[in-house]
């Protein structure tokens, strides 16, 4: 456990916030390990239907500690924390909501690719120094951020290093919602409650439809299909449908 990962409660929804402001929120292995474990107890508590991510005001996250990180690599290694975090964020059923004010450098930008909406200050800053220090992009952001944002800007973005600004990052698809500072954080928890106040089931599913990777049309209409007729005869299903009919009348 670190001591620079704050997990609270709020209702429904599980809050893991990055508080190591002195470092500015630069991550160790440590760190994540403790983001990785609270992401799989969340997703395993049915009490629990939100994740929401956070940093410090004026970072998110300043990426790897570089002392820490080096240390793994003498090992040839990312470092088995780093990838068990991904893992666990990139395969979360519940919805993940995350707030920026601030630096997000490197994994402090490409974890938002995996979250599924993300709100940001107009400071806040969205880059990937990987070339910049002979490296490669991760978690799987080759992949995800030109689908998201088309090739040009991927390439700006992870081979180049260009910085995002809050807007460019907004039209990129990686923020959802510009919202000042002090508006932030009431903002993000407003989102996650309002996701934890949808049937969870049916939230998970279309999660896991939207997240899916690319298939047939086909393929995914029949999918899609298989879902509706099952969800018709859910005790869930059924519970929203005569709370919707009771509210009509």
């Known amino acids: 456990m670190s001591e620079h990962i704050k997990i609270e409660r709020s209702g ?143 390439f700006a973005l992870l081979a180049l290093g260009e910085g995002f600004s809050a807007e460019a990052a907004r039209e990129a698809g990686i923020v959802h919602r510009i919202v000042e500072p002090e508006k932030l954080e009431p903002a993000v928890l407003e989102a996650a409650q309002a996701i934890a106040a949808r049937p969870p089931e049916a939230m998970q599913l279309t999660k896991a439809l939207l997240r899916a990777s690319d298939e047939p049309v086909g393929e995914r209409i029949a999918r899609e299909a298989k879902h509706f007729a099952e969800r018709l005869t859910s005790q869930e299903a059924r519970e929203a449908v005569t709370a919707f009919l009771t509210k009509k009348k």
């Open 12 to 154: 429904a929804v599980q809050i893991i916030r990055i508080a190591r402001p002195e470092k500015k929120n630069a991550l160790t292995r440590a760190m994540y390990a403790t983001m990785a474990e609270a992401l799989r107890a969340g997703d395993a508590d049915e009490a629990i239907r939100v994740h929401v991510i956070l940093g410090q005001p004026g970072a998110f996250s300043a990426g790897n500690d570089m002392q820490d990180f080096m240390a793994a690599a003498m090992g040839g290694t990312m470092g088995n924390e780093v990838l068990d975090f991904l893992g666990a964020l990139s395969t979360t059923k519940k919805p993940v909501v995350s707030g920026v004010d601030g630096l997000a450098i490197g994994i402090g930008t490409t974890i938002h690719l995996h979250c599924d909406l993300t709100f940001a200050t107009p400071q806040s800053l969205f880059r990937t120094p990987f070339v910049d220090l002979g490296l490669v992009p991760e978690a799987a952001s080759s992949l995800i951020a030109p689908r998201l944002m088309g090739y040009q800007k991927a």
